[in-house]
Each structure stands twice: as structure tokens, then as C-alpha cells.
T-cell receptor
Framework: AQSVTQLDSQVPVFEEAPVELRCNYS??????LFWYVQYPNQGLQLLLK??????LVKGINGFEAEFNKSQTSFHLRKPSVHISDTAEYFC?????????FGQGTELSVKP | DGGITQSPKYLFRKEGQNVTLSCEQN?????MYWYRQDPGQGLRLIYY???????QKGDIAEGYSVSREKKESFPLTVTSAQKNPTAFYLC??????????????FGPGTRLTVT
């Protein structure tokens, strides 16, 4: 069975600092991985996805993620965050036409 | 302007009443999904449909029902049998490629409050 673990429930960071949101998955087969962002009282928006190919994936808003098969990880990074990046971030893995989501990480960017 | 519409944004009901949440998409996607979101619990799948006139239970289907009579519509009914219906409900859709669905596109959500 596939599952997704987001290792931090909350990540506070100062504006312009780098950030990494951690995600580990468990799977015995090829995986498709996603990061979504959710702003308060809104739906989820796709940040980036890994289906195949290059293990470094670039997404919107300056975010990127690296697929690491040996460590079964798909961590999300941004070199310099803005106040507007404050939101909840979800990692997800595809399984049989469905997405399995992690519990979410609240990113709080402080001035 | 393609997308997913959920209405209303906020919904209030008395305990014991059934309520139907609307979800419409004009993306021509085959697959549609309903999720429930509670604080600190991520997203939990209620029902999903890969094709018109067919749907499957997700992880927390008890107390909910759906229909898929049209490709663009996937309404969710929260019945009085659902013990804790107050939550944020999200609808999503997904294109299918070779029979598999990958990324999902989400609507803005409906916040249901039952008192």
C-alpha cells in the first residue's frame, strides 16, 4: 500500500530565508508525486509534479522538488520565501487513479 | 474560462437535514472526486467517479451519497446519517490518460456547518 508522510506539521520561517518541506512516501512500484498548495478557505492548486524523467522538478512560484528514489522522498524547496507563500502545502502520491495525500505542512512566513 | 465550480461557498443546515453540495466542471475531464477536509487531517476521499454513470466509495463514504448522470456534474449529498458533517468539502476532477488519472484540479470548496 502507498502512503505519504509529511514530516513537519508546521514550519515557521522568516521572509527571504530558504525553506524545505519534507515528504516521504512508501511504495513498491513506480510512483507519480505531486505537491499542492492551499491558501486559507480555498481549494488546492498544483505546484509541481513528478511523473518521470529528471528528478529535479520545477514548479510555479519559484518552488522546486527533488525525487529521490533511494530515500523515497520528494522534498519541496524554495531558496527565498515571501510573505505570500504562507499557506498549507500537501504532498500526494498517485495510486490507481486516486491521490493519497499527506497530512499537510503549514508554512508560516514572518516579516 | 475552464474550471471547477462549487456552490455555495458557505452552507448552514440544521441537524437531521440532508444537504446537497454542487460540483460542476467544464474541463471535459472524465474523473471526478469528493474530499472532506478537517483541521490537521489532510484530505480524505469520500467518493470518486471515473466515468459517467459509475462511481466508487472512497475511504469515508458512510453517510454520503453521489450521482454521476452527466460528465460535467458530480453532486454530493450529505445525509442525516453522517455523524459529524461539519467540514470543508472539496471537489476535484482529473483527465484520464491511457485509463489512468494523474493530477487533479480542485474547486474552491464548500464549507458546511451543521448545528
Amino acid at each position: 500500500a502507498q502512503s505519504v508522510t509529511q514530516l513537519d506539521s508546521q514550519v515557521p520561517v522568516f521572509e527571504e530565508a530558504p525553506v524545505e518541506l519534507r515528504c516521504n512516501y512508501s511504495s513498491s512500484v513506480s510512483v507519480y508525486l505531486f505537491w499542492y498548495v492551499q491558501y486559507p478557505n480555498q481549494g488546492l492548486q498544483l505546484l509541481l509534479k513528478y511523473l518521470s524523467g529528471s528528478t529535479l522538478v520545477k514548479g510555479i512560484n519559484g518552488f522546486e522538488a527533488e525525487f529521490n528514489k533511494s530515500q523515497t522522498s520528494f522534498h519541496l524547496r524554495k531558496p527565498s520565501v515571501h510573505i505570500s507563500d504562507t499557506a498549507e502545502y500537501f504532498c500526494a502520491v498517485s495510486r490507481g487513479g486516486k491521490l493519497i495525500f499527506g497530512q499537510g505542512t503549514e508554512l508560516s512566513v514572518k516579516p | 474560462d475552464g474550471g471547477i465550480t462549487q456552490s455555495p461557498k458557505y452552507l448552514f443546515r440544521k441537524e437531521g437535514q440532508n444537504v446537497t453540495l454542487s460540483c460542476e466542471q467544464n474541463l471535459n475531464h472524465d474523473a471526478m472526486y469528493w474530499y472532506r477536509q478537517d483541521p490537521g487531517q489532510g484530505l480524505r476521499l469520500i467518493y470518486y467517479s471515473q466515468i459517467v454513470n459509475d462511481f466508487q466509495k472512497g475511504d469515508i463514504a458512510e453517510g454520503y451519497s453521489v450521482s454521476r448522470e452527466k460528465k460535467e456534474s458530480f453532486p454530493l449529498t450529505v445525509t442525516s446519517a453522517q455523524k459529524n458533517p461539519t467540514a470543508f468539502y472539496l471537489c476535484a476532477s482529473s483527465p484520464r490518460d491511457g485509463g489512468l488519472s494523474y493530477e487533479q484540479y480542485f474547486g474552491p470548496g464548500t464549507r458546511l456547518t451543521v448545528t
